[in-house]
C-alpha cells in the first residue's frame, strides 16, 4: 500500500502565496517522479509541474515563473511554492506519485486526495 498526504492548500487574494506539500509512504521501491496536478470545475486534469528522481522539473507555461516545484528524497515528499496567484489557479491540486514496480503494470500512478486552492480576486 503507498500513502500520499497532502497539505497546503486554502484560501488566498490574488498576488499571494501557498506552499503545497505532499508525503508519500508505504511499499515505494523506485520513485520515477512526483508531481502536481489540478482540475478547475468543468476542466479536465491538467499538470501543474513535475519533477523526477533526477531532478529534472518540468512546469506548465501558466505557471512557469510564479511556481516552484521541490523535493526533499529522504522524506519522499515533493512541494509547490506558488506565487503570485491568480484567480485562474483556483483548482483542486492533486500530488501524483509515478513509481516503478516489479509486478506489471511496472509504471504505475498513485494519486492524493486533492486540496483546494482558491485565489480571490
Known amino acids: 500500500q503507498v500513502h500520499l498526504v497532502e497539505s497546503g492548500g486554502g484560501l488566498v487574494q490574488a498576488g499571494g502565496s501557498l506552499r503545497l506539500s505532499c508525503e508519500a509512504s508505504g511499499s515505494i521501491l523506485r520513485i520515477n517522479s512526483m508531481g502536481w496536478y489540478r482540475q478547475a470545475p468543468g476542466k479536465q486534469r491538467e499538470l501543474v509541474a513535475d519533477?523526477?528522481?533526477?531532478?529534472?522539473?518540468n512546469y506548465a507555461d501558466s505557471v512557469k515563473g510564479r511556481f516552484t516545484i521541490s523535493r526533499d528524497s529522504a522524506k519522499n515528499t515533493v512541494f509547490l511554492q506558488m506565487n503570485s496567484l491568480k484567480p485562474e489557479d483556483t483548482a483542486v491540486y492533486y500530488c501524483n506519485l509515478n513509481v516503478w514496480r516489479p509486478i506489471l503494470p511496472r509504471e504505475y500512478d498513485y494519486w492524493g486526495q486533492g486540496t483546494q486552492v482558491t485565489v480571490s480576486s
Open positions: 519533477i523526477t528522481s533526477g531532478g529534472t522539473t
